[in-house]
């Protein structure tokens, strides 16, 4: 086997949470008269709230305290928890459910690397709540993708080496995180239009091949 454990980014890899940030984000947007649209919103895969809402803010041509700042963020995340309260185990596709348990069948450590603060609940509302190894997240990072430690702690978390983890990302930030922490990755959807990553997915099983 290449690697002893994967980790896994979870929005736009695990699950589609991406459409319910989309909305929440355009909520936001449209009340302060921002344009925005899905071109803007890939720009904020892997990215921090915060960030993401900095970036938003690129095309604002007021001024915003750092207290309004954090006003907005947290209604944009009161809409997207709302919108998440629509998932269900029905949201976990049968290709990525099915490649889960046979990566874990071949003897894997599997972890979650996400930026998300929301991401344990996420995984509640797919019924992997209690699945993976280790879940390392939003909650216990200081600096978001592309820096690595998002990645560094999730490996250290299931108590292997980076060099024996891949990562699996949707986002050209998480790509950099990996390379960043030594990890080789994995890119699937959005994440191939880059040439950073060590193999590029055409689907979630093909991981089954990538690692054996
Ligand atoms: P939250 P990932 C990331 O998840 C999303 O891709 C990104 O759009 C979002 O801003 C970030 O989580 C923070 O999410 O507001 O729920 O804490 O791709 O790293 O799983
Ligand atoms: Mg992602």
Known sequence: ???????????????????????????????????????????LRGV???????????????????????????????????????????????????????????????????????????LERLGLGDFFDAISDGNNITNSKPDPEVFVKAASFVGEEPQNCLVVEDAKAGLQAAIAGGMDCAAIGDACESDLATWKLDSFEMLKKVVA
């Open 48 to 122: 921090s709230r915060m960030e993401s809402f900095e970036i938003i803010l690129e095309r604002y041509s007021g001024t915003m305290t750092e207290e309004e700042k954090i006003r907005y963020t947290t209604e944009k995340n009161e809409v997207y928890k709302e919108l998440l309260k629509n998932m269900s185990p029905d949201d976990l596709t049968d290709e990525v459910k099915e490649t889960l348990y046979e990566l874990r069948k071949m003897g894997l450590k599997l972890a979650i690397g996400s930026s998300s603060k929301n991401a344990r609940f996420i």
């Open 1 to 43: 086997m290449k690697y002893k454990a994967v980790i896994f980014d979870l929005d736009g890899v695990i699950c589609h949470t991406d459409k319910y940030h989309y909305q929440a984000w355009k909520h936001v947007a449209d009340e302060l008269g921002i344009y925005f649209d899905e071109t803007i919103n890939n720009r």
